[in-house]
């Protein structure tokens, strides 16, 4: 019951809705999101039954941030990312495989 509340938590202080596949990221969502006030980032994926979705969370000035793969202005945002020192480039792979297996790494996080 406590893991249900706290995904349930995470997804109210989120921007998008985690179901819709029409999310965009909005184009102010950098401005609101200095690289300076970012703590963490974690990617993982979400088994969608026939394929999976990799996700972000972005941990920042105390909320979780959500975004997906199949957000318009992904590729921008993962650009955007990039420029955290010691952000771990090579996330993607570390995610992705094996298919259809629980699978999280932090990108980043602030010390």
Same mark, same amino acid.
């Given at each position: ?23 965009? !990221? ?17 990617? +993982? ?8 979705? !990799? ?6 000035? &105390?909320?979780?941030?959500?975004? /997906?793969?199949?957000?318009? &202005? ?5 650009? +955007? ?10 996330? +993607?792979?570390?995610?992705? /495989? ?14």
């Amino acid at each position: 019951m406590a893991m249900w509340r706290d995904g349930l938590s995470r997804l109210r202080t989120a921007w998008a809705n985690v179901g819709s596949r029409r999310d965009r !990221i909005p184009s102010d969502v950098l401005e609101q999101l200095p690289l300076a006030d970012i703590q963490k980032v974690t990617f +993982y994926k979400r088994d969608e039954l026939t394929t999976d979705l !990799i996700c972000c969370d972005v941990d920042a000035r &105390g909320q979780t941030w959500f975004f /997906h793969e199949e957000a318009e &202005g992904w590729e921008e945002f993962l650009r +955007y990312l990039e420029r955290l020192p010691t952000f771990r480039k090579d996330w +993607y792979e570390a995610v992705v /495989h094996p298919p259809f297996a629980a699978s999280e790494l932090v990108a980043f996080e602030r010390r």
